[in-house]
């Protein structure tokens, strides 16, 4: 268990910092890692289906086992573009700059690369999405607080169990709100006001999939949405589960383009849009 947390001499501050950038580029190269793992057995997986169906169609020459052999060797060739487009699009939405962004795509692409951690530690993942406007966030950023709190939640349920995670739209604050609740352990009320200090941890140390124990994880979460001017809560209960929910800005939206005006003397179906697309 590490535990300690007084950050009021300056350069202990000052260590604080320099460490909690370093683990945010752990982070970053942790993320990467589950993205190159996931997709590496993901494409093999693909391949396999591609290498027998066309092995099989090379065997069998009457039309209707052949058709079949193409038509599941079209799908896996679908899904290992599907596979590419994603890694392409992670690996793009790398910046720390905060930008429009799809938040379902992105805890769709955080649920994919955790999806063989989720399977080998049982635990099933339910999704409530509602339809959301895009947020204004770094991408790269909020995936690593997704991370985070998907993490916390699997070590909460060392024996498997249920993770529910929602998105909705604050009309009222115009925020979009990202719940993601466990089934787990749960936190002693009293330790609730601690968790999101530096080093603040009940772990050993790292699991058997080398995770968890530094105790920064969420201290860095509340940075990264703080930066946002966003906020996170936390709702526990022992035995029952943990709830986190982070209220994220949304995007404000595009100002429609006006349509040009009308030229006088020239027929409007001759106008062109500069603008269009
Ligand atoms: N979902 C959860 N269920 C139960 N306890 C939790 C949960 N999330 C966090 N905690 C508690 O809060 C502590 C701090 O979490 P935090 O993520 O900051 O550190 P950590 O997971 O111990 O280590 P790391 O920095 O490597 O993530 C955890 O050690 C745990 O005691
Ligand atoms: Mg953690």
Same mark, same amino acid.
């Given at each position: 268990?590490?535990? =300690? ?22 982070? +970053? ?7 190159? @793992?996931?997709? +590496? ?20 020459? #009457? ?37 429009? +962004? ?81 089934? @787990? ?7 609730? $006001? ?12 790292? #699991?058997? =999939? ?8 969420? =201290? ?9 001017? @966003? ?28 349509? $040009? ?8 179906? +001759? ?7």
């Amino acid at each position: 268990m590490a535990e =300690s947390n007084n950050c009021e001499n300056p350069n202990l501050q000052q260590q604080v910092e320099l460490l909690k950038k370093q683990l945010a580029q752990a982070q +970053t190269l942790t993320a990467l890692g589950e993205l190159v @793992g996931t997709t +590496t057995h993901e494409f093999n997986n693909v391949l396999m289906t591609i290498i027998n169906y066309a092995k099989m169609g090379m065997r069998h020459k #009457d039309t209707v086992t052949r058709d079949k052999c193409f038509e599941k060797i079209f799908a896996a060739g679908n899904r290992a573009a599907k596979i590419t487009n994603t890694v392409l699009g992670m690996a793009r939405n790398r910046s720390a700059g905060q930008e429009p +962004t799809d938040l379902t795509k992105l805890v769709e692409n955080t649920l994919l690369l955790l999806e063989r951690e989720m399977n080998k530690y049982r635990i099933a993942v339910d999704r409530h999405f509602q339809p959301i406007p895009e947020a204004l966030i770094s991408g790269n950023q909020i995936q690593q607080v997704m991370l985070n709190l998907l993490i916390n939640a699997r070590q909460a349920m060392p024996r498997g169990g249920r993770l529910t995670i929602k998105l909705q739209h604050d009309a009222e604050n115009d925020m979009i709100d990202l719940v993601i609740r466990d089934y @787990g352990c749960g936190i002693p009320q009293d330790k609730l $006001p601690r968790i999101f200090d530096s080093f603040y941890s009940t772990k050993d140390g790292p #699991d058997a =999939s080398g995770k968890g124990g530094t105790g920064l994880g969420l =201290s860095m979460c509340r940075d990264i949405i703080e930066s946002h001017h @966003g906020q996170i809560r936390v709702q526990s209960t022992i035995g029952k589960g943990t709830a986190f929910t982070l209220k994220l800005p949304v995007a404000a939206k595009p100002t429609p383009r006006r349509a $040009p005006l009308p030229v006088a003397g020239l027929p409007q179906s +001759t106008l062109c849009n500069s603008n269009a697309r």
